[in-house]
């Protein structure tokens, strides 16, 4: 009794030397840190000093935590037992706590050798420690510390309530990351170890009912699930051999384990690493199978772990055959579940990586997903004022419109979003400033502007509705399009690029549409410095576009854009050479532009493209390559390169118009050749 009452005593916690490291790490954090916690004991001792209106628990409250700083070991053990009754996630009890100086005391009763006193300190603290200022306090104490140690204590109960306090505590990035510099990961992952019959047999969903193993590894489970916010932790998680384990438990039938399981599995999804094993350990199907539950956060997970690994092809197949698509389409169906926005943002996400494949899409397009989708759209794009600072919506909008982008790659959702009005509340999210967003929406804009009105289409009706790419012009939405070219954002850029070409493509008068941007082609020529490949790339292309117009042209080479062009022939990029080359191709309709070419060292570096595997980039080099051969200077410099041979070989290729810009290179280069040979034989002759 006298050692308890000597280790309970109200004295400060000094802790082990690496305990100490640990908490001049943090008290030396950054000032910013410190400003917030100087903040938030300002904020408490105002909470506290209003002492007249508080309840009378919380005087109760400190009575209690004064008997565990003085009392014996069987007194310690009844208050703590007595502060177990209170509810202590009221936060008077947690005023009262602190103000009493009852942290100090819970700290130090994790030192100490009785088991019951450790228990009821870890049951207080896994209840108040998701109050900032009792985390903070206890994090400087070296709680976190003592609770890794506890993790390898024999004591079953002492390591699921350990493992319970870690999951909040770990919630935060100092808490992560003080249980990985204390060795802390491989030591809950051990809680996940239990015998595969234990996992068989827990079918029963209540929580009670679960054996103590079960809830050992379900604590665990918690603990995992907030330490994988961090990457550096998922990387130790699988090393540690986490990942074998959870895909044990993910067989389990009951949802109070299920949840934490699959909420792990769906943040460690964030590594491409952690997809892969998923999909090869046949996860997938359990997924599948646990989004037919009844139980809508399971279901929620379940959607976002889908959301998360349907970036790879062969998941989105393994969904669609394991019967996911209906799942989720009836979950978005259901009006019910608009309000809650954590489940529509998984569930619209799975939807949008799904929608990836043409299968899919046809699937979806029986359920009539595309008009739900905009509905939804229409119900979530209102308050743009307000939509930065909501970013749940924000996440929702990015997943739906992602979804309706790649839903209209199909002819015929192309034309419910046009009769449905799909497009109007897409051009108005241009006006967001998220950038996700924003690249969403211009692939959007870029799908319905293939939605053109064919000639077929027009002699059938007589006063046909207006196409999708007529639609985007009467809403202004290709001068908005072009306006997030100055975005700052390189994938807005790169995306907005990509979309504006179908846009100039298949636009009647486009030529004078473009020019009636004022200071639009000086910005597009401004891109070409940018240092993004994908930027180049689409710029590019969208410059290919835009000088199939003669007076464009004429622009855009005042601007500058054939030495631009010129820079960029030296890349190593395949997407960049394809694109580069075809515009090179269109700005030598200006014949004059062919030499400008040549004096800027342009032609060389395209010749070197020929040796790529890629057939677009054949394609689009052998144009350029025929175009710039016109030119004689050009022909020399090709020649002196090693065209030839090249050129050769691709008059045996199977795309035609590869075979004819081929041939058509090499007669201009024999022409040449001859041309010289005459007058070589003639200048001899005189």
Not at 532 to 554: G, P, R, T
Not at 610 to 620: A, F, G, N
């Amino acid at each position: 009794l006298i050692i308890m009452n000597s280790v309970v005593s109200p004295v400060s916690y000094s802790g082990s030397p690496q305990q100490q490291e640990v908490k001049e790490d943090i008290v030396s954090s950054s000032e910013e840190e410190e400003e917030e916690e100087e903040d938030a004991a300002a904020d408490m001792k105002t909470l506290t000093s209003g002492g007249g209106d508080l309840p009378q628990e919380f005087w109760q409250v400190q009575k209690l935590v004064r008997y565990l700083k003085v009392g014996n070991q069987t007194a310690t053990i009844i208050a703590l037992c007595n502060l177990a009754d209170f509810d202590l996630k009221a936060q008077y009890c947690q005023v009262a706590i602190i103000d009493a100086g009852g942290l100090e005391v819970m700290a130090n009763l994790l030192e100490t050798d009785d088991v019951k006193c450790k228990i009821g300190s870890l049951k207080i603290l896994k209840d108040i420690v998701e109050h900032p200022d009792i985390r903070k306090s206890i994090t400087k104490m070296g709680g976190i510390e003592l609770m890794v140690q506890i993790l390898s204590d024999s004591n079953k109960k002492l390591k699921l309530h350990a493992a319970e306090s870690l999951a909040k505590l770990a919630k935060y990035k100092k808490g992560r990351r003080i249980v990985r510099k204390n060795n802390g990961i491989p030591k809950v992952v051990d809680l996940l170890d239990v015998d595969n019959t234990k996992v068989e047999n827990c079918i029963d969903n209540n929580e009670v009912d679960l054996s103590l193993d079960m809830q050992v590894a379900r604590g665990g489970a918690y603990a995992l699930w907030s330490l994988c916010k961090s990457k550096k932790n998922r990387m130790l998680i699988k090393k540690a051999g986490g990942f074998p384990l959870l895909a044990k438990l993910i067989k389990s039938k009951n949802i109070s384990l299920l949840i934490p399981v699959i909420g792990t599995l769906q943040e460690c999804a964030a590594e491409k690493s952690y997809c892969m094993a998923i999909q090869a350990e046949g996860m997938v199907q359990d997924f599948v199978s646990n989004m037919l539950n009844d139980n809508i956060e399971l279901r929620r997970h379940c959607a976002s772990a889908i959301f998360k690994c349907a970036q790879e092809e062969e998941t989105r197949a393994l969904v669609k055959s394991n019967g996911g698509l209906e799942p989720l389409v009836e979950l978005i169906k259901d009006h019910s579940n608009h309000d809650n926005k954590e489940l529509m943002a998984a569930v619209t996400g799975a939807l949008w990586k799904l929608s990836m494949s043409d299968d899919n899409v046809k699937t979806f397009q029986e359920l009539e997903l595309v008009p739900v989708l905009i509905n939804l759209l229409k119900e979530n794009a209102e308050g743009l004022d307000d939509l930065q600072f909501n970013l749940g919506k924000i996440q929702i909008l990015t997943n739906i419109v992602g979804a309706i982008a790649e839903s209209a790659k199909a002819p015929q959702n192309r034309e419910t979003i046009r009769e449905t009005g799909g497009l109007k509340p897409v051009i108005k999210l241009i006006a967001s400033t998220s950038p996700g967003l924003l690249v969403n929406v211009a692939a959007c804009i870029g799908q319905m502007a293939e939605d053109v009105e064919t000639i077929e289409q027009s002699m059938q009706t007589p006063n046909p509705a207006p196409s999708g790419l007529d639609q985007i012009r009467n809403l202004d939405g290709v001068r908005l399009l072009w306006s997030l070219l100055k975005n700052p954002n390189e994938s807005v850029q790169a995306a907005a690029a990509w979309s504006l070409s179908p846009c100039i493509r298949n636009a009647e008068n486009s030529g004078d549409m473009v020019r009636s941007f004022v200071g639009g082609l000086e910005l597009v020529c401004g891109l070409l410095e940018s240092k993004d490949q994908q930027v180049l790339a689409a710029i590019s292309f969208a410059i290919a576009n835009i000088a199939k117009d003669k007076e464009n042209l004429a622009v855009i080479t005042d601007h500058g854009v054939i030495h631009k062009l010129a820079r960029l022939a030296v890349t190593q990029d395949d997407l960049l050479r394809s694109k580069l080359a075809e515009a090179i191709s269109n700005c030598c309709e200006l014949e004059t532009n062919r030499a400008l070419f040549g004096k800027a060292g342009a032609v060389a570096p395209l010749v070197s493209y020929l040796t790529s595997v890629d057939l677009e980039v054949h394609r689009t080099t052998a144009a350029a390559l025929h175009q710039l051969s016109k030119d004689p200077w050009n022909c020399v410099t090709m020649h002196q390169s090693g065209v030839v041979p090249h050129l050769l070989r691709l008059i045996g290729s199977e795309d035609e118009a590869v075979q004819e810009a081929a041939a058509d290179c090499l007669q201009n280069i024999r022409k040449l050749a001859l041309a010289c040979e005459k007058f070589r034989y003639q200048h001899n002759k005189a």
